[in-house]
């Protein structure tokens, strides 16, 4: 079994940055792709960025070169950098895994961490 965990989220003033973490522990050697997803209130859980084992990358239309997901495969650690964050950005932002090659990893998820962006 995966255990994914998050962290790194907070209240950051609009323009700010973040930098998101998730570590996995378990049987993290048979994870390929890792992602990061995010649900504002009120809304569904929609897809940020996916990277897989061998680091190529995949990211939502929406992100607009303001995210940057990267991996330390040898910390098995996936990162999400956050730069010119907007209120809009406010949600809960999620890992995700998966064993295999695919757009959307759910196998496994971690528990969530809170971004909020507001002055």
């Known amino acids: 079994q995966v255990q994914l965990v998050e962290s790194g989220g907070g209240l950051v003033q609009p323009g700010g940055s973040l930098r998101l973490s998730c570590a996995a522990s378990?049987?993290?050697?048979?994870?390929?792709?890792m992602g990061w997803y995010r649900q504002a209130p009120g809304k569904e859980r929609e897809l940020v960025a996916i990277i897989t084992s061998v680091s190529n990358t995949k990211y939502a239309d929406y992100v607009k070169g303001r995210f940057t997901i990267s991996r330390d495969n040898a910390q098995n650690t996936v990162y999400l950098q956050i730069n010119s964050l907007k209120p809009e950005d406010t949600a809960v932002y999620y890992c995700?895994?998966?064993?295999?090659?695919?757009?959307?990893?759910?196998?496994?998820w971690g528990q969530g961490t809170q971004v909020t962006v507001s002055s």
């Open positions: 995700a895994a998966a064993p295999r090659y695919t757009f959307y990893p759910s196998d496994y």
């Open positions: 378990g049987i993290s050697s048979s994870i390929n792709t």
